[in-house]
C-alpha cells in the first residue's frame, strides 16, 4: 500500500528523512527500492531464490513490486511458501533497514542472510513456513555459520 516510513513517504509530508538509501547511499528510498531494486536487497533475492531452486523468481531490473509479488505464485512450489519466505526476507530487509537509520547499524549482507536463516528457522517450527524447503535450509545452515 505504499504507506512504509521510507524517505520518498516522509519527504512527502514535510517530515526528516536521509537523503538516499540507507543501503547503498545512492539512490532514493522507495520501498520498491529498499525491498527488490536495490543492489544489496538483489543479492539477498539472489542468494534466497538459488537456494529455493528458482533463480528465475528473483526480482528483475525495473519489475515493480505488485508484479513481483504477484510472480511468485508461478514457481511450482505452493504459492502460500513462496509468500511466506518472500514476507520474511522483506521484514528482514526493513529491519537491517531500521537498524541503520535508528541504531547506526552498519550494512552487511552477511547479517541479513544470518538473521534470514535464523528466522526462517523459527517460522518453520511455528508451521508458517511449510512446505519442501530442504535444500533452501540447506543453504540456509551456511548463511547461519559464516557470522
Ligand atoms: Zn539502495
Redesign the pocket.
Known sequence: MNNCWTSDWLARRGLPHQD????????E?TIS??LI?????REVWAKVFTAMGVPHGAPHVGEPLPDWCARQDTHGRPARTMRTLCLLVMWELWKHRNAIVFDGATVSLQQIMHRIASESKVWRQAELLRGELDAFFVEALEWARRE
Do not use: G, I
Not at 538516499?20 to 539512490?27: R, S
Not at 531494486?37 to 536487497?41: G, I, N, P, R, T
Open positions: 538516499a538509501c540507507p543501503f547503498c547511499d545512492q539512490h528510498e527500492h529498499m531494486e536495490c543492489v544489496l536487497a
